[in-house]
């Protein structure tokens, strides 16, 4: 038998990256997850889907999850005659939370546990550099995949990461309207000042020693010059609020490409802008893992 006869079922958290200082190399898994089954049919491609998109994205070959399973069939060398899958979708996208990370780690994990013997073929790192092809960067797939507080970077032509057990009450408040990822990474400069990059180096060491082991320095090592200031033009309500927030003493930043703002503090209710959803989280030690 090439394939499982019975339904794989993973929960696949949200993520946060960059934190601020950390552009497109520190990441963070958090408590809020969606739910992906995958069952190997006879034939064709079909889709259950509910929840977050549920009206906007494909039911085809060119949905994400469906190509990053696509994309690991490839590496393990099998491919089945048809697939059903059913997404319970609550992570918003468009918004900064790694929607899309979720999905292909939701994807190349399905996939290899639906091959007899996948673990013995891929391994963690092989899907995790597989993921970071797919996503174009290791930031969000490597908490997505790990769980935790990571550190990713490329070594050469291969993504690594180190992942590291944090714990952290977390806020993130989610406007009604996306940004695209691919507008905001568009406002960024070519080139950035050496003092800024300066700066940024500085306060990406202290945000790992901040959530390792000194909490107090979290509003320090949340300063950012790197991409923020840059992107706010694209998201100026988000942009007021982490400055609001930060006046206050609270540690907050832009999580992701934005709009979402990530907060380190619970009880900030009274700062939910009119319209936005609020949601009080903690870091997930947990990646992407199998639900029976």
């Not at 549920?54 to 490839?74: C, Q």
């Not at 673990?119 to 908490?143: C, K, S």
């Not at 032509?157 to 990822?181: G, I, K, N, Q, S």
Request: some cysteine.
């Amino acid at each position: 038998m090439t394939f499982v006869d019975v339904p794989v079922t993973v929960r696949v958290p949200a993520t946060s990256a960059n934190l601020g200082p950390g552009f497109d190399s520190l990441g963070m898994a958090l408590s809020w997850y969606d739910e992906v089954t995958a069952e190997v049919t006879t034939s064709g491609l079909t889709f259950d889907i509910e929840g977050e998109g549920a009206d906007e994205v494909p039911r085809d070959e060119t949905h994400l999850l469906y190509r990053a399973m696509d994309a690991a069939f490839d590496l393990l060398g099998e491919k089945p005659a048809g697939l059903h899958l059913t997404c319970r979708n609550t992570i918003p996208h468009g918004r900064g939370l790694g929607s899309s990370a979720a999905a292909i780690a939701a994807g190349v994990v399905l996939a290899r546990a639906l091959v007899v013997g996948g673990d013995e073929r891929v391994d963690d790192t092989t899907l995790f550099g597989l993921a970071t092809d797919l996503e174009g960067h290791p930031d969000n797939v490597a908490p997505a995949l790990f769980g935790g507080f990571t550190i990713s970077w490329i070594e050469g032509a291969a993504a690594e990461t180190l992942r590291l057990d944090v714990e952290a009450d977390v806020t993130v408040f989610v406007p009604p309207e996306p940004v695209a990822t691919s507008v905001a990474r568009g406002l960024l400069p070519e080139q950035v000042p050496h003092g800024d990059a300066s700066f940024n180096a500085g306060r990406t060491a202290l945000l790992v020693a901040a959530l390792t082991s000194a909490p107090e320095r979290l509003i320090s090592a949340t300063e950012d010059r790197l991409h923020q200031p840059y992107r706010a033009e694209a998201m100026p309500d988000s942009y007021k609020l982490v400055r609001q927030l930060r006046v206050e003493g609270v540690p907050a930043v832009i999580s992701g490409a934005g709009p979402t703002v990530l907060a380190f503090a619970h009880g900030l209710e009274a700062w939910s802008p009119a319209g936005w959803a609020r949601r009080e989280l903690r870091v997930s030690p947990e990646g992407v893992h199998f639900r029976s």
